[in-house]
């Protein structure tokens, strides 16, 4: 399987040193977690059954994408860290339903995060709307809320404005999740931590002082599939409302603490006594975020601090509620879950079938963090992996294309391409800005000197893409996969991304 950037996309994005340090974490402990004194390197989890395959990960990382005729060069994670100026990763691997092995790994040029643990916590990003998701699927089982009903009814104060919902088909929990709803997106980039927070209703609101515009429904709910982080914060406060509780605790009450998420915490702003456990954020070029960090009120869609460790717990209780052996979710569940699949999205997750088997994927994106997770139902091999900086996507890609190859995944393969020449002024000729899916700015610049074009996206996302063989010309960035695709029919003035088009502006 590629990594299905298509689905990302629409849900939303140096020199080596010779010697790399692992910063790992005490010693093997397989329930707690907890270290003793930091070693170099050992995991944080693990047994010496797990370590040799641990160790072929750990020394053979590979690229999504394969040149045809060309050696394949592979890289160590502390080399990749280094390239990719990434402070720090959290990763952890499921294997057979149950965790093999955990592990944190610092890069020694960020003295900031050189003490970073195993009980280090980073931001989840997008990755918390599946965790809130799952929560109100068991509030719904036990008839706290219903799925179905209109939103409106569990709000107190604010009101929803007036759109293309309407009483045959309102706005609900269930349209909500599964990204139906029809409200506009409202992406989210946080607020420094010097910024005072605003309330959810003043971001559904558009309010003074909110960097986002209020939300709308902008089709029929349940007719289009458009993601919308927007509608996830109509959700937290309509169950915050609902329940007379603060969503922090909602969330601790009905998924953190029964799949014992010890190290996780959807509030926003952290308490002090968290503060001291995060790994803090950094940008594409490796300076860290003002503060640190930015705080999300939009907790639902994008608040969650967290570590791989615990992420895993949740990957593997839906793994085991799918085969009848949850204690917090029933084999009923999923198939409910797993029936309302669309357009290769179940409730926010990518989904997808091999066979008889069914893998479900998440990614996510704050400001200087990156994140992924993926479980095989049927096989019950996954990993985590959470990364804090902008650069974290293509780690994110390559880790699960290097996990895929060696334990043996039928999914995330590489994808094999021929390189093609391309001349200087054709390039020249493409650079520019475009509007892509008629709502998105993206421009493409032409570094002359590598004779490369590279896109942009609007979250800071940068891809350098490389010419291949094909039809039309096309172009493909090697780390992520993410492919574009120029037509001589409109004389190149226009390209094709996942699907939709990208006009020439």
């Not at 960097?211 to 309509?238: C, F, K, M, R």
């Not at 493409?430 to 032409?446: H, P, V």
Request: include cysteine; charge should be negative.
């Amino acid at each position: 399987m590629k990594c299905n950037a298509r689905k990302l996309v629409k849900l939303t994005g140096g020199l080596f040193v010779l010697i790399m340090v692992l910063y790992a974490c005490g010693t093997k402990s397989t329930k707690s977690g907890q270290t003793s004194e930091k070693k170099v390197p050992l995991t944080c989890i693990g047994s010496d059954a797990s370590s040799e395959k641990q160790k072929q990960l750990e020394q053979g990382i590979r690229k999504q994408i394969k040149f045809a005729g060309e050696e394949e060069k592979l890289a160590s994670i502390a080399e990749k860290l280094v390239s990719y100026q990434i402070p720090a990763l959290s990763l952890a691997l499921i294997n057979k339903g149950q965790l093999e092995w955990t592990a944190v790994y610092t890069n020694p040029n960020f003295a900031n995060e050189k003490d970073l643990n195993c009980t280090s916590i980073f931001q989840a990003a997008s990755l918390s709307k599946p965790v809130t998701f799952m929560a109100a699927w068991r509030m719904q089982a036990v008839g706290v809320i219903d799925f179905d009903e209109n939103i409106q009814h569990y709000l107190h104060h604010y009101i929803l404005p007036e759109g293309r919902q309407t009483d045959e088909h309102p706005v609900t929990f269930r349209n909500i999740f599964s990204h139906t709803s029809g409200i506009s997106s409202g992406g989210y980039e946080g607020y420094d931590q010097s910024f005072e927070m605003p309330t959810d209703e003043a971001i559904l609101s558009g309010a003074e002082g909110v960097h986002t515009p209020a939300i709308e429904v902008v089709s029929t709910p349940d007719e289009v599939l458009a993601y919308s982080g927007g509608a996830y914060t109509l959700a937290e406060l309509a169950l915050q409302d609902h329940l007379g509780e603060s969503f922090a605790t909602l969330m601790k009450t009905w998924i953190l603490n029964p799949l014992h998420m010890n190290h996780s915490e959807f509030t926003q702003p952290l308490q002090p006594t968290d503060s001291q456990s995060v790994a803090n954020a950094y940008t594409q070029n490796g300076q860290m975020v003002s503060g640190g960090w930015h705080n999300y009120p939009q907790q639902a869609a994008a608040g969650l601090w967290t570590t791989a460790h615990d992420l895993a717990k949740f990957m593997i209780e839906i793994y085991n509620a799918y085969h009848g052996k949850s204690t917090v979710f029933t084999r009923q569940d999923m198939e409910t879950i797993l029936s309302h699949e669309r357009e290769g999205l179940v409730f926010g997750f990518i989904i997808n079938h091999d066979g008889d088997e069914i893998t479900l994927t998440h990614y996510g994106g704050n400001t200087g963090y990156r994140s992924g997770m993926t479980i095989n139902l049927e096989s019950g091999k996954g990993l985590v992996y959470l990364t804090n900086s902008d650069n974290g996507v293509s780690l994110g890609n390559e880790l699960l294309m290097s996990a895929a190859q060696v334990y043996g995944w039928p999914h995330f393969r590489q994808e094999v391409v021929q390189r093609k020449t391309v001349g200087s002024a054709v390039l020249k000729e493409l650079a520019g800005n475009y509007l892509w899916n008629e709502q998105i700015a993206l421009s493409i610049t032409n570094d002359e000197n590598a004779e490369q074009l590279t896109l942009h996206f609007p979250n800071g996302d940068a891809y350098e893409m490389v010419a291949i063989e094909g039809d039309e010309l096309q172009f493909i960035n090697e780390n992520t996969g993410v492919r574009i695709s120029f037509s001589a029919a409109d004389s190149f003035k226009n390209f094709t991304l996942y699907g939709q088009s990208a006009v020439r502006l």
